[in-house]
């Protein structure tokens, strides 16, 4: 399974991104952002499985988790960013079609993406 994240950079406070992440070689339904920023655990930001998108407290209402089924690809929509959104963002995939905000129930993760909010 490999997770590939394109996307990410360097944005204005207000603006918006988009990030991608493409799945090759899994066929579970369940997959996830989470962000990191230095010296602090993941954090759980979106995930997206047949029942519907959930979403982490402190981006409800400003980003949207979609996916194309057909690519195999989720994306993070993420609009009116604020510059302590800047971190570290990760794909992740579930085997288990179960919602879970735990980083530690996802077995696939990709590389990274960094995404950086100036103010």
Known sequence: ???VEPGGGLVQAGDSL???????GFAGSLMAWFRQAPGKEREFVASITWNGPYYG???????TISRHNAKNTVY?????LKPEYTDVYYCAARQRAIF?????????WGQGTQV???S
């Open 1 to 3: 399974v490999q997770l």
């Open 18 to 24: 988009r990030l991608s992440c493409a799945a090759s």
């Open 57 to 63: 407290e402190s981006v409800k209402g400003r980003f």
């Open 76 to 80: 993070l929509q993420m609009n009116s």
């Open 100 to 108: 879970s905000s735990n980083l530690r129930d996802y077995d696939y």
């Open 116 to 118: 950086t909010v100036s």
